[in-house]
């Protein structure tokens, strides 16, 4: 019980006040615990960013691999990027920090910089991995490479949800419908095409 109050009172206070505003008083007094309890529970600041960004991440996990369940080829990763759709329109606060979190590892004093850089290979891979299944059953066009795909795959959704998160104005929603039809004819094999 402590761990959710102190993990969503860190969420709120990184949302209002950013990561420089987020300390560990502020997290104990929003919480209704000491910053002793904080402290101990997360050691620092570093150690509260690290519990925090595997918090979030790991909802995103489970939403991914909800969607995914049972598809692969280019229908798992239609719904991999359909599924980060919706985690915007449903959970923007958690995605707003997840990513906010995930860029300060950029900095390489950032304690969690390795669990950022992990948490990217898995992606990377699991894109890899469902586009090599796709070919093998002949539903993803076989000179798709699998790696430079995933890469591709990867930089394009976090580049939509960067462009989301600084343009409001910005239509995620249709961003993500162009993209999708766009994975769709790039995984296609020539011959399905040609016969639609």
Known sequence: MSDRRLTDAAIELLLERGTAGTTLQAIGERSGYSRGLVTHRFGSKAGLFRHVLHDVTQGWRQRLDAAVAGRTGTEAICAAADALRRFIAEEP????????????????????????????????????????????????????????????????TYGIVYQWLFGRDVSHQRMYREFIADLRRKLTPVDTLQRR
């Open 93 to 156: 606060e958690r995605l707003r920090v997840m990513y906010m979190l995930c860029f300060l590892s950029i900095d390489p004093s950032a304690e969690y910089r390795a669990n950022v850089a992990e948490a990217l290979t898995v992606q990377r891979a699991d894109v890899a991995r469902w586009v090599r299944e796709g070919q093998a059953r002949g539903l993803v066009a076989a000179q798709v490479s699998p790696t430079r795909f995933a890469e591709q795959f990867c930089a394009s």
